[in-house]
């Protein structure tokens, strides 16, 4: 049972104003008159407020020993977090020579009368390159696989005098497919694919819908085809001249018909009841250029070489920075002292002076409240005194390189606010993140910190057991680790340890999109590089994202006499998108368990429990395979099994009224 911390004195005002009125009789029986207008009640309620005053301070006694106790194991607050967001540039018009886009390029939102803009910096250069096509090339599903593909040449198809078909089966098949190699990684490029056409010849397809799919290499080793966003198609399915206008995502090289190219490729799909091709498209001409790039971009500003102040030459000096709070700093962020002669010194940011030596050039920075500290001088047991890092001279300069600041809830806006450029770029039109900006945090206060205070306690910064791993890879990557299931020996090898990360998503409610779910390198790397070092040396530790098992249901209800049918439907929905949900779902609403079937059974016990409805006259459970292009729905079964390492994703859920 946990101990509950009794308050020192729990006397309100009122009670002591009711307690001091009792005791009139006794010690001045004279005084009859206690009506709130008599100047002796007046004294009696202004020495109860200044009493209630004094006991609130001496109820904060015991939060004050818990903070200090924080700070002696060690433990700090979590900063901000600043929002993320990949921003998409596009050029005016196609540059003829690769165009460099350089880091700390701003940008930001509209500013309003009653709201700030909120600026996002790129995190690094970026290249739009002028793209060198190598390679055309044709495939066709019917032939065999000794002459699967045809090259084409290069120079007719840029001239304007070649007869490519696109589609080269006789009617056009299944598969076949236009291949383009390149000689450079056009990954997260726009890129415009210049079309000319003999005219009429793909007749008999909708030019609004049309049946084909352009695709590149994932750029993982075992990703296959990845579909690519198309932003503008004006060929009109291939049946006239025009731009098909692509947003190129992650790609690789690899061999295709013994040649290594980057390969961008349009493929033909044919659906059941959509019109196909009579005959394939004929290209006479086809030419590809770059219209911008997408770049990750993050909720700071950035400030170069700012002086914070001057040395007077004692230890301990405090300085503060001008804007918080600070993002964690890079290699090229630091401290330096200029001298009265002129001569610069860099000096090295420390988590704390306890092994600084009298020489060592150490200060500390508080990334919450900008405060910068120099070393102290302490005096000893032994009447000595011991400096804990160097002094900085007399007069001299103290410049800060460089730092970056902001972060928070504010900067996580939504697709499409973004559409301001504030650096002074040329040849850049215009500016817009297709996605929402995920991941800003508020700093934490100290009533969250506290309640991390146990979990602080039992893992004392070293991973040993299953609940240290998940807990310290929490700490790896506040706010950006949504859920963590460690599996140890039987589940895997003796002395192997495999961590499942699932990242944080800001927005639960219904579909989550596979995209959302993916373990990105950077906190991949970001929890393993953390938990390495706080690991025991017979562990083998690998982070790695849980297997998903996604998960269709078709439900037939029945809503109560006076209740609404439609919102009763709704509510069926919503309830099964939060209960099949890796992060909320469950029982518990903690994550759907990992390991943990999903029955039949389960999807009726929540729905009965819902207002609104009367009975449920089936439920069908469907699972749901996903390649990383497609949602592939299974056969109807009574129970979905989950491996070890997995869990359930909603895809989407359907019902309706008996």
């Keep these: 049972m946990a101990f509950v911390t009794p308050r020192l004195d729990d006397r309100a005002f009122q009670d002591l104003v009711d307690e001091a009125r009792a005791r009139i009789p006794l010690y001045c029986p004279e005084w009859t008159d206690h009506n709130l207008s008599d100047p002796g009640i007046t004294l009696v309620e202004l020495f109860a407020w200044m009493t209630d005053i004094t006991l609130y301070r001496l109820n904060r006694m015991p939060d004050k020993h818990y903070i200090k106790f924080m700070e002696l194991i060690g433990m700090r607050l979590y900063g901000a977090e600043p929002a993320r967001a990949p921003m998409t540039f596009w050029l005016s018009s196609p540059q003829p020579a690769n165009f460099l886009l350089p880091g700390g390029t701003e940008t930001a939102t509209t500013r309003t009368e009653t709201e700030q803009a909120i600026v996002f910096t790129t995190d690094g250069d970026a290249t739009i390159y002028v793209p060198t096509l190598q390679y055309i090339m044709t495939s066709s599903s019917t032939a065999a696989e000794a002459r699967a593909f045809a090259v084409h040449n290069l120079s007719n198809a840029q001239e304007g005098t070649a007869r490519i078909p696109v589609f080269p089966s006789a009617p056009p098949t299944q598969g076949d497919a236009l291949y383009l190699g390149f000689d450079e990684d056009l990954t997260h490029h726009i890129i415009a694919v210049e079309i000319d056409v003999e005219t009429a010849e793909g007749a008999g397809v909708d030019p609004n819908n049309p049946p084909y799919v352009w695709e590149v290499l994932g750029q993982q080793a075992n990703q296959n085809w990845v579909p690519v966003e198309v932003e503008q198609d004006t060929t009109r399915a291939l049946n006239v001249n025009g731009t098909v206008r692509l947003f190129i995502p992650p790609m690789r090289r690899a061999p295709r018909n013994d040649v290594t190219a980057f390969w961008l490729r349009c493929r033909l799909i044919v659906e059941e009841g959509q019109p196909n091709y009579g005959v394939s498209p004929t290209v006479r001409r086809l030419q590809v250029s770059s219209w911008g790039i997408t770049v990750d971009t993050t909720n700071i500003s950035r400030v170069q070489h700012e002086t914070i102040g001057r040395s007077d030459g004692s230890p301990g000096q405090i300085f503060y920075l001008n804007y918080t709070p600070v993002v964690a700093r890079t290699?090229?962020?630091?401290?330096?002292?200029?001298?009265?002669?002129?001569?610069?010194?860099?000096?090295?940011?420390?988590?704390?002076?306890?092994?600084?030596?009298?020489?060592?050039?150490?200060?500390?920075?508080?990334?919450?409240?900008?405060?910068?500290?120099?070393?102290?001088?302490?005096?000893?047991?032994?009447?000595?005194?011991?400096?804990?890092?160097?002094?900085?001279?007399?007069?001299?300069?103290?410049?800060?390189?460089?730092?970056?600041?902001?972060?928070?809830?504010?900067?996580?806006?939504?697709?499409?606010?973004?559409?301001?450029?504030?650096?002074?770029?040329?040849?850049?039109?215009?500016?817009?993140?297709?996605?929402?900006?995920?991941?800003?945090?508020?700093?934490?206060?100290?009533?969250?910190?506290?309640?991390?205070?146990?979990?602080?306690?039992?893992?004392?910064?070293?991973?040993?057991?299953?609940?240290?791993?998940?807990?310290?890879?929490?700490?790896?990557?506040?706010?950006?680790?949504?859920?963590?299931?460690?599996?140890?020996?039987?589940?895997?090898?003796?002395?192997?340890?495999?961590?499942?990360?699932?990242?944080?998503?800001?927005?639960?409610?219904?579909?989550?999109?596979?995209?959302?779910?993916?373990?990105?390198?950077?906190?991949?790397?970001?929890?393993?590089?953390?938990?390495?070092?706080?690991?025991?040396?017979?562990?083998?530790?690998?982070?790695?994202?849980?297997?998903?098992?996604?998960?269709?249901?078709?439900?037939?209800?029945?809503?109560?006499?006076?209740?609404?049918?439609?919102?009763?439907?709704?509510?069926?929905?919503?309830?099964?998108?939060?209960?099949?949900?890796?992060?909320?779902?469950?029982?518990?609403?903690?994550?759907?368990?990992?390991?943990?079937?999903?029955?039949?059974?389960?999807?009726?016990?929540?729905?009965?429990?819902?207002?609104?409805?009367?009975?449920?006259?089936?439920?069908?459970?469907?699972?749901?395979?996903?390649?990383?292009?497609?949602?592939?729905?299974?056969?109807?079964?009574?129970?979905?099994?989950?491996?070890?390492?997995?869990v359930v994703v909603s895809y989407r859920h359907t019902a309706r009224q008996d």
């Design 331 to 646: 290699g090229g962020e630091y401290v330096m002292i200029r001298t009265e002669d002129g001569r610069e010194e860099r000096w090295f940011e420390v988590g704390d002076f306890s092994a600084s030596g009298a020489d060592d050039r150490h200060y500390t920075l508080d990334s919450q409240t900008g405060e910068l500290r120099f070393g102290p001088a302490l005096r000893q047991r032994d009447g000595g005194v011991r400096r804990y890092g160097a002094i900085p001279p007399q007069n001299a300069a103290i410049i800060i390189t460089g730092y970056r600041y902001g972060g928070g809830v504010v900067g996580n806006v939504a697709a499409g606010t973004i559409n301001v450029l504030k650096s002074a770029v040329p040849y850049i039109q215009r500016v817009a993140n297709r996605q929402p900006a995920t991941g800003g945090l508020n700093a934490e206060d100290i009533e969250a910190c506290k309640m991390r205070v146990p979990a602080y306690l039992r893992s004392l910064n070293r991973a040993v057991t299953v609940r240290d791993f998940e807990y310290l890879a929490r700490e790896a990557a506040p706010g950006q680790v949504g859920r963590v299931h460690c599996l140890q020996p039987p589940l895997t090898n003796r002395g192997d340890i495999k961590l499942l990360v699932i990242p944080a998503i800001p927005r639960l409610e219904g579909f989550i999109a596979p995209e959302s779910l993916n373990l990105s390198e950077d906190l991949q790397r970001r929890v393993y590089d953390y938990l390495e070092e706080r690991r025991l040396l017979s562990t083998r530790l690998e982070v790695l994202a849980p297997a998903y098992q996604w998960v269709e249901t078709e439900v037939r209800f029945r809503a109560g006499r006076h209740d609404d049918v439609e919102k009763v439907r709704q509510l069926i929905e919503r309830r099964l998108f939060q209960f099949i949900n890796p992060l909320v779902g469950g029982q518990e609403g903690t994550g759907w368990p990992f390991g943990r079937d999903l029955f039949v059974a389960d999807i009726m016990s929540v729905l009965l429990t819902l207002p609104g409805v009367d009975f449920v006259r089936s439920v069908h459970l469907y699972p749901v395979a996903y390649d990383g292009g497609e949602f592939v729905r299974g056969a109807e079964v009574q129970e979905i099994p989950v491996v070890s390492h997995g």
